[in-house]
């Protein structure tokens, strides 16, 4: 046998079968960084249609998606994660946090528009997301991914960002 | 593909197996652990974690796919466990590239191209963006004689092609750029290590970030290997000793790092110096005399300065003093058993300043201007006979040149980027014009297409222009003529199934002006542009990586390189390259085993004969934190099945008065290293 074809072999032994992963790191620090945010958010207190989840919406498809499925389960202040992909902007009811990435550029005002009936939190890595009416912003500086909170926005919907997360927004400038 | 290496290869399939079946059974644990990892890093470690992304293609940054070159970068993560320790290690991995050695220096062979004896004078290397090619050989150190510990690596980004457009000079058939680890990165860290053959190292390097912005780093490392104390040397049996050489392939080298940041100013002072033992009896020196040896010294001082003044306008500048030394000792065999003391040696220093701004003046535009100046004080080489003294070569030498060079990356359409750039540069003797053009199509985050092309030459060298002795063996060419590379590129880069990565391209490229050492009328070695080279080669890589956090590559090269005016191939050109690498945690994201093979086929000599073409197979197993916090420990196997590789010797090991030309040079067998280091 060939041992180029011998290295191949061996080369596919050795994957584990597997759940999807992103491989690009942009996007795993993104997704811990997102499932951290609902850490330092508190939402209204009927906002929660059933009472033990929170809901992580993703719209369409991204490396996000992969990275963030580790989550799925996950205690976060009482609440298991459920992370949940929509096609559509009106499927964000239920959603406690939407996640729109860059790809959904051309529908990111529709989905905003929609989001602004419901108390969720918006997040994207869009440019200027926080200038149109999103309420955190990804960008990065220097390789290294930060944020920036539009508070207005998050407090029109009656979320509250707590003071930890705002001061996190000032620093490595 | 003989018997051989059949053997070996299932040698390697069985090493696999057993890792990965260990590795099945502590899947669990690192499952949990890698999803750990960064979900249970708080927000502010977060933001500190850097992305991936290059600099060298474009000289700003941005994503590897939407970079118009095709480029390799290897992490810090992956020198520790794969246990590399040179920079030449990290190259024998990556995909496309080849190294020989010959008891003196590494050389890097890129797109079959590799000319025994010359210094790497077609690759442009870098430490942060310093240029490190000397002013008088125009070496790119990737051996001992590097100057730089690679523990103090962050990363490094090659980048494969012409990159005159941008670089200048050198740039010919890649550009290697260093980009060193940021002080909070170090902290205080310790590191010592042990090999075969009396091998040892220590470092101690002390890295400090202060509120006030003020960033400290310092480090010192020294090294030394006494080197086999006896090599065989089967061409020279016929010689006084029976063809051993002792004592004489020692290797020491010492090294220190400064750098201080304040806001927007970097100041970087860098010193190494590596002697080295000569036993191959190049240059005609007496075979088996350990007093032959060369020492190559390097330092710099640089100042830089780099600024984003708003989204959309960068500027970096930077302030350089170089030096370069050369000491060689050569005991030359007059081929009468009487022999003369020869100090061969150089002398380099240079200033200079360059700057480049990017600019983003419209939304889909991203232009780059840059303009460089360097002064070379001095560029000296002395060749002195010590009794009866003679001197042979004298020659003192100062020159400037300068180079200006604009790009514009334009984003056309959302999926579709066109590059175009030139630079200009002048020289005493000469002009050059380099231009690049390249067309990037990404029509998904996972898709990018390139057709790239791109020109880059290579100034004759202060050594392949002045060097004489005398008359005695070379003659200089003070004519020469600057060499020059027309590339053509194509790639695909895919990523799928969300765990792979893939890379397939074809490249053609055409030298011209080829500067070559052959013997002028009189019998002496002159170098002249008298060769034609051109190649086809075809490179394909598969990357993946896995929750559990195992990674691993696997890759193949074809390339024809041959020469235009005989149609011949290449000396030193392998047709085919593969590698196999990967990294799987045994124990949480602590223990690792890395294992890696690499095959290269058979290489011409300079006569013509073919080496042997063994596979290669090194093991490291690393640990991370393991027991305490802050030790990083490893065990590495080099060279496994105990092959004894033949790299291509140059002309300068066929100059021995009494005994047969040495055609190949025999590497070292199986090796190991125990490395710990410790930070805190």
């Not at chain 2, 004078?121 to 070496?139: E, M, V, Y």
């Not at chain 2, 090999?195 to 400290?216: C, E, I, M, Q």
Request: aromatic share 12%; proline share 4%; hydrophobic share 35%.
């Amino acid at each position: 046998m060939s041992p180029l074809r011998l290295l191949i072999i061996l080369f596919l032994l050795l994957v584990p079968a597997t759940a999807s992963v992103a491989t690009e790191s942009e996007y795993q620090v993104k997704a811990a960084m997102l499932y951290n945010f609902a850490k330092f958010v508190d939402w209204p207190a009927d906002s929660f249609a059933n009472e033990n989840r929170i809901t992580f919406c993703l719209v369409g498809k991204s490396p996000l998606n992969g990275a963030i499925q580790p989550m799925q389960g996950k205690s976060l202040k009482g609440r298991t994660v459920v992370i949940r992909p929509i096609v559509r902007p009106d499927e964000v009811d239920g959603c406690q946090i939407l996640f729109i990435p860059q790809s959904e550029r051309a529908r990111a005002s529709a989905y905003l528009q929609q989001s602004s009936h419901y108390p969720i939190l918006t997040v994207s890595d869009l440019e200027k997301f926080t200038v149109s009416g999103g309420m955190i912003g990804f960008f990065e500086d220097d390789d290294k991914i930060r944020f920036e909170i539009n508070l207005e926005a998050a407090q029109k919907r009656r979320l509250q960002i707590s003071s930890y997360l705002l001061n996190l927004t000032r620093r490595g400038r | 593909m003989n018997i051989m290496t059949r053997r070996m290869i299932l040698c390697s399939v069985t090493v696999f197996q057993l890792v990965f079946g260990l590795s099945a059974w502590c899947d669990e644990q690192s499952l949990q652990a890698a999803q750990d990892d960064l979900s249970d890093l708080s927000l502010e470690q977060l933001m500190q974690v850097k992305v991936e992304k290059v600099v060298t293609a474009s000289r700003f940054s941005q994503r590897v796919t939407e970079a118009p070159a095709s480029m390799s970068v290897i992490a810090s993560d992956d020198i520790r466990k794969y246990g590399y320790r040179t920079l030449a290690d990290v190259l024998r991995s990556v995909p496309g590239l080849y190294v020989s050695n010959d008891r003196n220096y590494s050389y890097l062979g890129v797109r079959g191209f590799s000319r025994p004896g010359d210094f790497n004078s077609r690759i442009l290397l870098q430490i942060d963006g310093h240029r490190l090619n000397d002013n008088i050989f125009d070496t790119a150190a990737i051996g001992t004689e590097f100057p730089l510990d690679i523990d103090l690596i962050d990363r490094i980004e090659f980048m494969r092609g012409p990159g005159s457009s941008l670089y200048g000079s050198n740039a010919f058939f890649g550009v290697i750029n260093i980009i060193t680890r940021t002080s909070e990165d170090v902290k205080r860290e310790f590191s010592a290590s042990t090999a075969r053959y009396n091998t040892w190292s220590g470092r101690a390097s002390y890295g400090v970030s202060s509120d006030s912005g003020l960033d400290v780093l310092l480090s010192g490392t020294l090294y030394d290997s006494s080197g086999q104390s006896s090599l065989y040397f089967p061409e020279f049996a016929s010689a006084p000793g029976g063809g051993y050489s002792h004592h004489s392939d020692y290797d020491s080298s010492k090294s220190a790092y400064a750098r201080v940041s304040l806001s927007d100013f970097t100041l970087t002072g860098l010193f190494g110096s590596r002697k080295k033992g000569i036993p191959t009896g190049a240059f005609g020196t007496v075979f088996n005399d350990p007093d032959a040896r060369t020492i190559d010294e390097r330092g710099y001082l640089d100042l830089s300065y780099r600024k984003s003044y708003s989204d959309s306008l960068e500027v970096s500048a930077r302030l350089f003093y170089d030096h370069y030394g050369f000491d060689g000792v050569y005991i030359t065999d007059n081929g009468d058993s009487t022999s003369t003391r020869n100090l061969d040696t150089a002398l380099g220093s240079w200033w200079g300043a360059e700057s480049v701004v990017s600019l983003k003046p419209l939304t889909d535009h991203t232009l780059s201007f840059g303009a460089e100046f360097r002064h070379n004080l001095a560029q000296n080489q002395k060749n002195i006979d010590v009794a009866p003294a003679v001197t042979n070569l004298d020659d003192r030498r100062n020159s400037v040149n300068w180079g200006l060079f604009a790009q514009d990356e334009y984003h056309l359409l959302k999926p579709l980027r066109v590059t175009v750039g030139v630079r200009y540069d002048n020289y005493d003797t000469f002009n050059a014009i380099n231009p690049r053009a390249g067309l990037v199509y990404t029509p998904a985050e996972t898709t990018a297409l390139k057709l790239l092309y791109g020109e880059a030459f290579r100034a004759p060298n202060a050594y392949e222009r002045f060097y004489q002795d005398g008359g005695n063996s070379s003659v200089g060419n003070p004519d020469l003529k600057p060499e020059k590379i027309k590339t053509i590129d194509v790639i695909w880069e895919q990523y799928f199934l969300d765990n792979y990565r893939s890379s397939l391209g074809g490249f053609y490229y055409r030298v011209t002006d080829l500067i070559s050492q052959t013997t002028n009328g009189a019998n002496k070695l002159i170098y002249r542009n008298i060769e034609q080279a051109e190649a086809l080669g075809v490179a394909l890589s598969l990357e993946g990586t896995w929750q559990n956090g195992s990674k691993g590559r696997l890759s193949y090269n074809w390339q024809q390189a041959t020469d235009v005016n005989s149609g011949a191939l290449l000396s030193n050109s392998p047709r085919h390259l593969a590698k196999a690498n990967m990294s799987i945690p045994l124990f949480r994201q602590q223990l690792f085993v890395s294992p890696e093979l690499q095959y290269a086929s058979p290489r011409l000599t300079l006569d013509g004969t073919r080496t042997n073409d063994p596979v290669t197979a090194n093991l490291t197993l690393f640990s991370r934190d393991l027991g305490f916090k802050g030790l990083e420990a490893s065990a590495s196997i080099y060279n496994l099945f105990n092959v004894h590789t033949q790299d291509v010797a140059g002309e300068e090991h066929q100059q021995q008065p009494n005994l047969p030309p040495l055609l190949t040079i025999l590497q070292d067998g199986i090796n190991f290293r125990f490395k710990l280091s410790y930070r805190f």
